[in-house]
């Protein structure tokens, strides 16, 4: 064996162990639990999804969240129908996504139990519209658990959803969004 | 034609009425549109999505597999998950709390039907909601 064939041993083994670990090492959420809030003076509207999937990368705070439109629920079957054929055109357009990271996830030891303020930023999809979302929210580490917390608020026409002039005074422009995804470790 | 004035405006109203409270969709009592098995499913799920979107999408689905995660209590929507030909997907099946005490009854490594609405394909399988267990 010469010198040009230890190396490439030793880089294989090396390369390959290190994405082993990376790949090993992430949390994961399958029934998250993402909210939305419509406030006006004539109506207030709700709807719960609990079956968000989530992965979150310790190492480098990459963030992914996706969920089915249609698993929304509502209070009212006419508001839901609404909300699937009108507004989301769930048919089209069945799932939402971020991506995006956790910048200070550095500040985060995933060692140490506690409730730990963390920023968020990246890109949602509704729809066929992307923007850029920057918000705040916290990670709460409880051995291998991790439940995470945010709150933010987007304007719907921002991803072209249309509210028709005839229910206007009952659907908000700016849409509150709440989410709570508990994590496990992956092994 | 007061009283036809009248009997336009109190049927609008009624059919307002109606309509605002107009009920869930019962799945439990539907017929369903499609019966198979979890392994078919995903497997023809993830061949093909968006065809699949327009087949099953919304649709009543009666599915049957094995079940491979529980999350029943101290939950919102009480979850059985059914193992796929992938090991890392499932098809993810969540309950109304008033299903409780069906699913408590429920083991990894059995086998069920479960009958539910097709809300198509997430990062860890496909999605359905509004379930109930066939018996």
Redesign the interface.
Known sequence: MNYKTITIIILTVFLSSFTLKTEKDKY?A??G?VSFYSHTDVEDIRA?N??V???LEPKTGKL?I??????F?FE???M?EHF?ENYME??KY??SKFEGNIDNINEVDFSKNGTYNVKISGNLTIKDKTNKINTTGTLKVDGNKVTGNTVFKIILADYNVSIPAMVKSKISKEIEITAELDYQKMK | MIYLALFVIIAAIATGVY???????NIEKSKEDFAISAIDFYTEYSTDENNS??KY??KIIIVSGIIT?L?IEN???P?V?LKTSDESMTI?C?FDKKWINDLKILKIGAEVKIKG?C??????GI?F?KCNIEK
């Open positions: 994961v399958k029934n639990k719960e609990n079956k999937s989530s992965i992914a996706e969920l089915l439109i249609k698993s629920h009212k079957a006419l839901e699937n769930s048919d069945p799932k | 309509l605002w409270n107009k009920p869930h969709r979107n327009t999408l919304n995660e999350q939950t919102e929507e979850t998950a993810s969540g609405k809300d198509g394909l997430g990062m860890f999605v909601t």
